[in-house]
């Protein structure tokens, strides 16, 4: 995997020399935006620097991260209260270092649980890389290596140097370890990234990419398998709500393309040149995110669909528009946007004390209900009003599954 990496100080996302707050060579000013566009090569990193170094916190920032893509969340988390928060709040994973003991890593799941490895001149260093230990990077995964899904190791002293990584300091941690290990510190060009996928390693990425020293398009192009597909990998396409629309191919040039716009772009076969969907028809594709397959030799790409996806008149290239509530939120979505002032639910999204009523009430007779039919019934008004009242205040049923997901599996104190 490659992950980009967001660190945050003062709102903003920065890239630091050696994790100094004085040395600061990067600023943007929207990290959620950043986030957004991170977010098409997989999972993003977001480090909260001012928590790690005691100083403050970026909390609401990383909610508005969390709740619209997939993100691995650090620093200063130091109690329950605050990983239960960031988990609840969307954070897939949590990756924790100066409370990571198994004390406190036992109230969740490994696979919630990133443990950081950061080591300054050999030993781990933590509160925000300030205190040095007497514990290296191998004793410390030995150590935690049952309370977590995988580590992160970041070499400090390279951090933000732009000089290059230590393979063979990342490779005795892989060795040392059955957890994924996560390199970071000082990766700079693609030979390393390679070197670093060779050997098992994913790859977090900082000064590198914003600085334009690591091409995040290349680099990711540059980790499929083109000879296996022959220069043409399979594209599975599928909208937001879930359903599959089509599948078609791309080149390396098709792939780059959609990567740096976010807009799908294929390779025709029949017509033998670059095919930029919607671009005749205005049935266009937004990318999300591009995901390769297990065995890098074909790709998936998660989008919102404008129109239809197939040329006949139908939704999907397998058929039409399937019900089901990722498609009633986009409905509810659409409603409010566009209200017929006669619609019931128009008056619904103008009357927030008629909405509350109906919730309530809906709940009772769900509560009443005897047969399984009213059940089905009475939980179908339930989910209906529910699901309006998110559309009202502008949340996703996305927010709810990563609330819920963040309390699966959690152990109570």
């Known amino acids: 995997m490659i992950i980009p990496s967001i660190d945050l100080l003062g709102g903003k996302a ?35 620097l001012d928590a790690a170094l005691g100083r403050g916190d970026n909390l609401a920032v990383i909610e508005q991260i969390t709740a619209k893509v997939e993100a691995r969340v650090g620093g200063g988390i130091r109690d329950h209260a605050r990983a239960d928060r960031l988990l609840r709040g969307g954070a897939k994973k949590l990756i924790l270092g100066t409370a990571a003991t198994p004390e406190f890593l036992s109230r969740y799941l490994p696979e919630q649980i990133i443990v950081a490895l950061d080591a300054k001149k050999g ?93 995040l398009a290349d680099t990711y192009v540059s980790l499929l398998d083109w000879q296996k597909v022959d220069g043409l990998i399979p594209v599975v396409v599928q909208e937001t709500t879930g ?43 937004k990318v999300l995110e591009v995901r390769w397959d297990c065995d890098r030799d074909c790709l998936l790409y998660k989008v919102e669909q404008t129109g239809r996806a197939c040329h006949l008149p139908q939704h999907a290239c397998f058929g039409d528009k399937t019900f089901n509530l990722a498609h009633l939120e986009q409905i509810l979505q659409d409603r409010k946007r566009n209200a017929d002032p006669g619609s019931y639910t128009a008056k619904l999204f103008a009357d927030p004390a008629l909405l509350n009523a109906k919730i309530l009430e809906e709940a009772e007779e769900l509560t009443e209900a005897e047969t399984d039919r009213d059940v089905v019934w009475e939980a179908a008004d339930v989910i209906f009003f529910a699901m309006t009242k998110l559309a009202a205040r502008g949340l996703t049923l996305a927010q709810v599954e990563k609330e819920l997901r963040g309390r699966h599996g959690r152990r109570r104190a």
Not at 162 to 174: E, I, K, P, S
Not at 261 to 279: A, I, M, N, P, Y
Request: net charge negative; with cysteine.
């Open 243 to 285: 359903q599959v629309l089509m599948f078609a191919y791309a080149n390396q040039e098709a792939v780059l393309q959609t990567l740096r716009t976010g807009q799908g772009t294929f390779w025709s076969r029949s017509r033998k040149q670059l095919w930029l969907k919607g671009d005749t028809s205005g049935h266009t594709q």
């Open 14 to 48: 920065v890239q630091l020399r050696r994790g100094n707050p004085d040395d600061c060579v990067v600023t943007v000013d929207d990290p959620v935006g950043l986030a957004q566009d991170f977010a098409r090569y997989g999972e993003v990193a977001v480090i909260d």
């Open 123 to 215: 030993k781990v260093v933590t509160e925000g890389w300030t205190h040095a230990t007497a514990e290296t990077p191998i004793d410390r995964a030995r150590a935690l290596e049952a309370y977590c899904s995988e580590f992160l190791y970041t070499i400090v002293d390279r951090e933000g140097m732009l000089g290059g990584t230590d393979l063979d300091a990342v490779r005795a941690v892989v060795e040392a370890t059955k957890n994924h290990v996560v390199a970071a510190g000082g990766i700079t060009t693609q030979a390393e990234v390679a070197a670093l996928d060779k050997m098992g390693a994913s790859c977090q990425l900082g000064m590198a990419i914003y600085t334009g020293r690591l091409d």
